[in-house]
């Protein structure tokens, strides 16, 4: 059965993409910390950008992603979207 994604709600679509995004941010940490004992006058740099990643991620996945989805209404509204087969679960 094809469905057509019409639009997406732009300010949820980047709420959650904004948390995912912060989330991978969290990769990183262990990377800072571990540049920080290596370098221990830059010690307060790297633990700042430990702290700042997750959020500057957050942040920008948030911006662009809210762009995309604005871009994709409009591109949609003209096109008719994107289609995907939707299956049924037997269960």
């Known amino acids: 059965m094809a469905q057509r994604i019409a639009r997406?709600?732009?300010l949820q679509t980047a709420k959650v993409m904004a948390v995912l995004y912060a989330l991978m941010g969290t990769v990183f940490i262990p990377f800072f910390l571990v540049f920080t004992l290596f370098s221990p006058e830059l010690a307060a740099l790297g633990i700042g950008f430990a702290i700042m990643m997750p959020?500057?991620?957050g942040v920008c996945g948030?911006?662009?992603v809210a762009i995309g989805c604005a871009?994709?209404?409009f591109?949609?509204?003209h096109t008719?979207?994107?289609e995907v087969d939707l299956e049924v679960d037997p269960a």
Do not use: D, H
């Open 71 to 73: 871009i994709y209404n």
């Open 55 to 57: 959020v500057l991620y």
């Open 75 to 77: 591109v949609a509204k």
């Open 80 to 82: 008719g979207g994107i």
């Open 8 to 10: 997406f709600g732009i």
């Open 62 to 64: 948030f911006i662009f």
